[in-house]
């Protein structure tokens, strides 16, 4: 796997400038971004082209996610929300 492109995506996950979304999407990318198959990165790097807001409203359920979006990395965040909720606790956002 390319180490380059995995720290790049591990910064952008971490450091996206909206609180919640760098606790839930840093953390998965923290966790498990070594794990994921070539095509499984290609969907999180598309993932995170998108904005915040509607990033985060996705994985949480607020709004739809749009069709083009509906992958099975997305699924992956919004499993890892659960975990990090349970550990890292309510009151920091997650």
Do not use: N
């Amino acid at each position: 796997m390319d180490d380059i492109r995995l720290k790049k995506l591990l910064y952008r996950a971490s450091h996206r400038g909206f609180r919640e979304a760098d606790i839930i999407v840093g953390g998965f990318a923290e966790a498990h971004l070594h794990q994921l198959s070539p095509a499984q990165l290609d969907e999180f790097e598309l993932l995170i082209d998108q904005e915040d807001q509607y990033l985060y409203a996705w994985i949480i359920g607020r709004e739809p996610t749009p069709e083009q979006f509906e992958c099975e990395v997305i699924d992956l965040i919004r499993s890892f929300r659960f975990f990090a909720h349970t550990t890292i606790g309510a009151d920091r956002g997650a």
